[in-house]
């Protein structure tokens, strides 16, 4: 069936490989529409609390994410000197003329206002009012901002020695461009001596991540291509060995990232990471299938070209199959317990990946390797037993035979240091560790928040219930106590509100005076002091504060570290303090901004990493008791990737190294990858017992085990390990690290799949290594069917002189009383196969009981799931005037549903018998025909009796379904051995056979029967066993209420 | 809760104990579009352990893990409310569930039988709309799209089977409180008709529903005798319960208009017959509620309700005359017997068509499911395909459209018409 289907695959070769290219060039495609995501709010779902509340507010008090160009000058004036300054002014100026720069909101000491106190009140005016061309001017400037302590720390750093511009972009998406424009501005800008540039900020992270991702890509691919074609060349030392799995991973990567595109869905920073993943899987199975193409052309020189690729494929279809669907579990474990969209997208289109990557090898690599010709390959056959690969892992394999229990010890002993590990993990991520320390936006960053009050901000949102609420006193003072609170860490930079305003605007009126910096009590002045404000100034210069109706505040936090685990404590903190002071009614505040939205989404990387390991593990394992029906083998499978992962626990505690955006995915990967080793391991094994070896032998079969899985699992680590370790060159840190960890992962669950599976294999033994594919071939079950073949030859021989002259009708008496036992329990396996080959099977258990002259016959579907505990239960009346009663147990409806009996003809669930053939069970209703003997024809070696059977009317044709019957009843037992039927226009329907006919306590009992539709090409074949005419049958099996409650 | 359902799942998936276990599992993922486009992604994964101690006593388990995608069928943290709490689904993440649907142990007294524990029990005759099957309450997160026996919600019960020679009969306690589940304000499925008309303009409070939850006084009771004669499947049944829809009082007041959702008790009264006649199958149903707590027009000093009593019926012929085909056809009818001016129509009629056949020795299966609302004229047109690529795996096409008003049960949904297709993997 699989040969036939992998000989069709050559023979239509040309076929297949247009269908493969074709596909390749269709997803290729459509890859210019691919689009790319690098906001870091593409790790958020959409509908998250914090990213919802964090847009109101961003709507509200019309924050946007900025652009951050620092300008420092050293010596004693620091910025504060007049070339400086109007550095400062010219790039402001610059800015805002720059596409997607909001002109509206780009602030800098050019830009911004003074709150000075008048003769009549108070001035808002231009810290530029005196154009600083002077020294003096730059210094007044200087005292200015000093006096003003809204600005220090957020505008200008304390020491005065640098100031920033802070330019907010329009469109986030086109941050990239806009990044790039505002770098060549201040590249292409002439600095005065001492002054140097620096260019940071959200929008600049997100901008710069875009090319950084597509320069690092650009390095990477080809750089993982080129060491995987010399991995293969190393392996095969052919041309086609090393070029035709290529062109899978190609397949495979355009396949995969083209039908990413079409669904739009984005390529985020992780997304990276995918390709290099594919490469190292479409490689593997590659790997597997010329290694078993070579050995076939190596153990038969004279063998044809497609007859070894058939043999190959035939051989490695079965294992890369497995390995397929239990990686592409892991994957969807991925998809399934990840929170961020990324993540989940990322699961899915590498389990997406897989399944092209096995289709490509499964179809377009035989019809590709039958286009070379066949060479043997000296290479692998003259050195499959002494080159290095193959040398290292017998040597391998002799170890752990001499050692299995050492191996377990070591194993244990890594189990423990991994869980002692994985409870001392950290979970932490900081956006801008994305880029190499190097970076210039990395440095600039850095640069300052040493300076300033920090590249990260918190929003805390107050909200009063009604307009103007904040005109209050109490509310002023409860926000000022909270600042203070705030700035009491460590991490924070400053913190910038409305009160600092206007605490600024009474100092103003009180001649500046350094003690009137303080709130007023009196709701009235304050409305005061905003109108005088609004009456010398722009009324939106406090947008970012307040919102219009004064209902609403924002205290903006300056964070210098936004590392989570420094921002869990803060976040802690000021949430405790919310509620303990701001629960007044009337009185709200909230925490929002981006460093919130970056918490919440570090903190959801923790709990999603630890629940994708548990879910992927689940899966695998799942998919693994499916693949090999075991658990234990199932378990098994899973013991080395399940240490590996723990082993990288152990490793990332010793070295430092943090659950974060890169390396969270790591586990899901690694096991959907290093299972694949266990499963070549533990298929083999079985392969090897099926072949030949036998219980005992556990240890010379793991022997042989290692020159050809092992050196074929060893080039797969390479394949895989390499292409992990790519990424290690990556300049992207997690991708850098999510690299690194997962080529540790996946060579320890490599190492550990063969040492610690074969180890335990000899230790324990376990059963389904040894268990055959099911059949009844044992010594003892064949003796006993020769004695009991011959037994029935005997018995024939002296019958057969007594039934020559009987006559037809006396003969089907003879058949319909035949004795078929009061009662019978039995199973009966159902397979079900259509012209194609393809196969269903049932598995059901039966019962069938006399109740008087009424029969009464039920059955139970115990497999598959889908049909599982489907009850069919009949009632069939000796009075044939009365209807049988049928009834059929839906479990899906959980409803005993009566059904229609006349139809005799319908064929029974599917099958080629119709109800009145499973009813009758080989004892046709007299009434119903009339016999013809027309002859005798020896069956199975039996001379029978041909009876052709005529219905008595068109009617009971009709209901039968038959226009004839043709049988051959054997004289012996009374039993049609092969049976002809016609349609009721005479046409060749379906033909029945009765075989492995033999008494069962002392009942002549088929064991299956045959039937084939010859005009549709279907084909059943019923299969019973555990047939028991001996153990009564209670009379509530045939109750409808057991149909519900089945077996 | 949750340290409890983590035990049980662990208890159920064997870890506990060993012995004669069987585990059976169903892998399933289903998707569909709107006119508007994606409309969800569902991906299931079943696990049914059943254990034998002895010929006797038998412990049954099924857990179901779900993750539905995107959040719109019960968007956020859906608190399921209407449930008792132990009934209720753990929600992992907005998206994904794990959901303990069974448990139950049995014990097989020769002439009796007990079942106990969180269970799902069938009552009546009828397909795709429900009349005697009340005992479990429906989760109408996909309105009555998802097949019932994923939708209904299994209660934890006591249900205690005798049997004589004249027939069985079924004895059920129900306590646990839990009332048809419906999804909340911005879902996918959220059910907004048919429902009186309120006064333009007056503001609305709507408060919270009360769901009763004592223990012996809120409980439900249920006996149903069964008996086979003459070719008739007869049952007879009653249930004292609580209906699980929520009655809703309207208290007008000068400052608005309050709604309050109550839970209402009713005895209920039921009968079943099917029997076959040749080609034809005659299923039937008949119900009397005694207490029926219907909307009404201007009736301020009873809040908007009236109590009724309702007769319901459903009569259904099934019809297998031509092979690989199977033809129903049902028709339901509730009519309310006391006189009052009723938001309802007094006499409301479905009718349903559903037609069958299977090709290739049943391995394709294709459906169409037609439910009719007479009074109305809003329907559901239902078509299915359903291939067997192996033994465990089955591959479905669907359509789902909906027509009619929109202020109608089916026409709401004019907008959810659906296209789809699932991937189901028996284990």
Same mark, same amino acid.
């Given at each position: 069936m699989i040969k036939t289907i992998f000989q069709q695959v050559l023979k239509f070769r040309i076929l297949f490989l247009i269908a493969g290219t074709s596909g390749i060039i269709v997803a290729g495609s459509f890859l210019p529409t691919l689009t790319r995501d690098t906001t870091s709010d593409a790790f958020i779902p959409e509908d998250n609390p914090a990213r919802v509340y964090r847009e109101q507010v961003k709507e509200t008090f019309g924050l946007a994410d900025p652009i951050v160009i620092a300008v420092f000058q050293e010596g004693e004036h620091g910025v504060f000197t007049p070339d400086a300054l109007q550095l400062v002014e010219t790039l402001t100026l610059k800015l805002q003329d720059l596409p997607n720069i909001d002109p509206e909101r780009v602030v800098s000491l050019a830009t911004e206002k003074n709150i000075v106190g008048r003769e009549f009140g108070m001035n808002v005016e231009p810290f530029y009012e005196n154009y600083p061309d002077t020294q003096e001017a730059a210094q007044a400037i200087w005292e200015a901002v000093g006096d003003f302590p809204l600005y220090l720390g957020s505008l200008v750093a304390r020491d005065g020695s640098a100031t920033l511009i802070v330019a907010e972009v329009l469109n986030e998406q086109e941050s990239e461009s806009t990044y790039a424009a505002v770098t060549q501005l201040a590249n292409q800008t002439i600095l005065p001596n001492g002054v140097s540039l620096h260019v940071a900020g959200e929008a600049s992270i997100t901008g710069y991540m875009g090319t950084y991702i597509d320069s690092d890509a650009q390095k990477l691919n080809p750089l993982a291509g080129v060491i995987i074609t010399i991995i293969l060349f190393l392996a095969f030392r052919t041309l086609a060995g090393a070029l035709l799995p290529n062109l899978i991973v190609v397949a495979t990567v355009v396949g995969t990232v083209g039908i990413m595109a079409a669904s739009g869905v984005s390529f985020f920073v992780i997304t990276n990471g995918m390709p290099v993943v594919l490469i190292g899987i479409a490689v593997a199975d590659s790997i597997h299938i010329f290694t078993a193409y070579y050995e076939s052309l190596g153990k038969h020189p004279d063998i044809e070209n497609n007859d070894a690729i058939v043999e190959a494929m035939c051989e490695m279809w079965r294992p890369i199959t497995l390995t397929s669907l239990t990686t592409i579990a892991g994957f969807m474990g991925m998809y399934i317990s990840s929170v961020q969209p990324p993540m989940q997208f990322m699961g899915l289109f590498t389990a997406l990946g897989v399944a092209i990557a096995w289709a490509y090898s499964m179809l377009f690599l035989p019809a590709a390797m039958s286009l070379f010709r066949a060479k043997p390959n000296s290479y692998v056959a003259r050195t499959k037993a002494n080159d290095f690969a193959s040398r290292l892992m017998s040597r391998l394999g002799t170890m752990v035979i001499k050692k299995p229990g050492l191996i377990v010890y070591l194993a244990a002993s890594l189990v423990l240091a991994g869980i002692f590990g994985a409870m001392n993990i950290k979970v932490d991520d900081r956006r801008i560790d994305v880029f190499n320390k190097k970076e210039p936006v990395y440095q600039a960053d850095k640069i300052i928040n040493e300076h300033f009050d920090g590249t990260s901000v918190f929003d805390i949102v107050i909200e009063t219930d009604k307009v103007e609420g904040l005109f209050n006193p109490e509310y002023l003072k409860k926000m000022e106590a909270f600042q203070t609170e705030i700035e009491r860490h460590a991490i924070v930079g400053g913190t910038t509100s409305i009160v600092d305003y206007l605490k600024q605007m009474n100092r103003s009126l009180n001649e500046g005076k350094p003690e009137e910096y303080r709130l007023v009590d009196d709701e009235l002045l304050i409305a005061q002091l905003f109108l005088l404000y609004t009456a010398s100034a722009d009324p939106t210069d406090f947008e970012e504060e307040v919102d219009y109706d004064y209902q609403k505040a924002n205290i903006r936090v300056g964070i210098k570290d936004s590392s989570y685990r420094k921002i869990k404590p803060v976040i802690a903190a000021l949430n405790l303090y919310i509620e303990e002071t701001f629960n007044e009614p009337g009185l709200k505040a909230t925490l929002s901004g981006r460093a919130m939205v970056t918490y919440e989404w570090v903190d959801s990387v923790g709990v999603s990493h630890f629940n994708s390991v548990l879910v992927s593990l689940g899966l695998v394992l799942l998919m693994a008791c499916v693949v090999f029906r075991s658990v234990v083998a199932g378990l098994l499978s899973l013991a080395p990737v399940a240490i590996s992962i723990l082993f990288v626990y152990a490793v990332m505690v010793v070295f430092g190294i943090d659950i974060g955006i890169g390396t969270s995915m790591f586990a899901s990967v690694a096991i959907g990858l290093g299972v694949d080793f266990a499963i070549h391991t533990i298929d083999r094994a079985r392969t090897l017992f099926e072949e030949g070896y036998t219980k005992g032998e556990e240890s010379r079969l793991i022997h042989s085990l290692f020159p050809s899985t092992g050196r074929a699992l060893f080039f797969n680590l390479l394949a895989i390990a390499c292409g992990f370790g790519v990424l290690i060159s990556s300049d992207v840190v997690p991708l850098m690290r999510f690299g690194a960890i997962v080529a540790l992962s996946v060579g320890t669950a490599f190492i550990f799949s063969l040492t610690l599976l074969p180890a335990l294999i000899i230790l324990l033994k376990p059963g389904f290594i040894y268990r055959q594919k099911k059949s009844d071939g044992l010594p003892g079950n064949a003796v006993a069917g020769l004695m009991v073949l011959a037994s029935i030859g005997l018995s024939g021989l002296s019958k057969q002189m007594q039934a020559d002259d009987l006559s037809a009708l006396e003969i089907m008496t003879r058949v319909v009383t035949r004795n078929d036992g009061a009662y019978v329990s039995r199973n009966l396996k159902m397979e079900l196969i259509d012209r194609r080959g393809k196969t269903r099977i049932r598995e059901t258990r039966g019962f069938r009981k006399y109740f008087g002259q009424d029969k009464r016959t039920v059955l139970f579907y115990i497999s598959p799931a889908n049909v599982k505990d489907t009850g069919f239960l009949t009632y069939d009346y000796k009075d044939t005037n009365l209807d049988d009663d049928q009834w059929l147990y839906l479990p899906a409806a959980r409803k005993i549903r009566r059904i +229609? +009996? +006349?139809?005799?003809?319908d064929y029974f669930l599917g099958t080629d018998l119709s109800y009145e053939d499973i009813k009758n069970e080989n004892k046709p209703n007299l009434a119903d025909y009339t016999y013809a003997i027309t002859g005798d024809e020896v069956i199975d070696g039996v001379k029978c009796f041909v009876l052709e059977a005529t219905p008595v009317s068109d009617k009971v044709a009709r209901e039968l379904g038959y226009g004839r019957v043709v049988s051959r009843i054997d004289p012996n037992i009374w039993m049609a051995r092969k049976s002809e039927f016609w349609d009721i226009k005479g046409n060749p329907l379906k033909f029945v056979l009765n075989k492995d006919i033999r008494q069962v306590d002392g009942i002549w009992t088929s064991h299956e029967i045959y039937a084939e539709n010859l005009k549709t090409g279907h084909k059943t074949r019923f299969s019973f066993s555990e047939i028991d005419y001996l153990t009564p049958v209670n009379d509530s099996w045939f109750e409808t209420r057991q149909l519900k409650r089945g077996l | 809760m949750r340290g409890f359902f983590t035990l049980v799942f662990l208890f159920s998936t064997g870890i506990l104990h060993a012995g004669e276990l069987e585990t059976t599992g169903i892998i399933a993922t289903d998707h569909s579009w709107s006119k508007d486009g994606y409309q969800k992604s569902k991906f299931t994964a079943l696990i049914e352990n059943a254990q034998n101690f002895g010929a006797n006593v038998s412990f049954t388990s099924i857990v179901r893990a779900q993750f539905i995608g995107p959040d719109s069928l019960e968007p956020g943290q859906f608190q399921q409310p209407s449930l008792a709490p132990l009934s209720r689904r753990l929600n992992i993440s907005n998206s994904l569930e794990l959901e303990l649907r069974e448990l139950y142990l049995d014990i097989d007294l020769r002439k009796a039988h007990l079942r106990l524990g969180k269970q799902q029990i069938v009552w009546g005759q009828t397909d795709g709309l429900k009349l005697l099957d009340l005992i479990n309450p429906q989760d109408f997160r996909e309105f009555i799209l998802e097949d019932f026996d994923n939708s209904r919600i299994p209660t934890w019960m006591v249900n205690f089977e005798m049997f004589f020679d004249e027939g069985d009969l079924q004895l059920l306690w129900i306590p646990d409180t839990s009332m048809h589940s419906l999804p909340g304000p911005g879902s996918t499925y959220e059910i907004t008709a048919p429902f009186a008309s309120l006064p333009p303009g007056a503001p609305i409070q709507v408060n919270p529903v009360d769901r009763p939850n004592r223990l012996i006084k809120d409980s439900d009771v249920g006996l149903r005798f069964t008996l086979f004669r003459a070719g008739w499947d007869i049952t007879l049944n009653y249930l004292y319960h609580y209906d699980d829809f929520p009655v809703v009082h309207a208290l007008l007041q000068p400052s608005g208009i309050t709604l309050m959702p109550k839970y209402e008790r009713t005895h209920t009264f039921g009968a079943s017959a099917s029997n076959a006649f040749g080609e034809f199958v005659l299923r039937s149903e008949f119900v009397i509620n005694t207490d029926k707590y219907v909307n009404v027009l201007d009736s301020p000093n009873t809040q908007g309700i009236y109590k009724s009593s309702e007769l319901a019926y459903a009569l259904g012929v099934d019809w297998s005359g031509l092979t690989d085909t199977f033809v129903s056809v049902q028709v339901f009818q509730s009519r309310l017997l006391d006189e009052a001016r009723y938001t309802r129509d007094k006499t409301d009629t479905n009718i349903t068509l559903l037609l069958r056949r299977n090709f290739l020795n049943e391995s394709l299966s294709t459906q169409i499911l037609w439910l009719y609302h007479l009074n109305k004229h809003d329907n559901l047109l239902r078509i299915g395909a359903t291939y067997e690529l192996t033994s465990t795996l089955q591959i479905s096409v669907y359509g789902d459209i909906f027509s009619g008003g929109a202020d109608e049960l089916f026409g709401q949904f004019g907008s959810r018409d659906q296209i789809g297709f699932k991937l189901q993997l028996g284990i």
């Open positions: +229609s +009996s +006349s139809d005799r003809g | -």
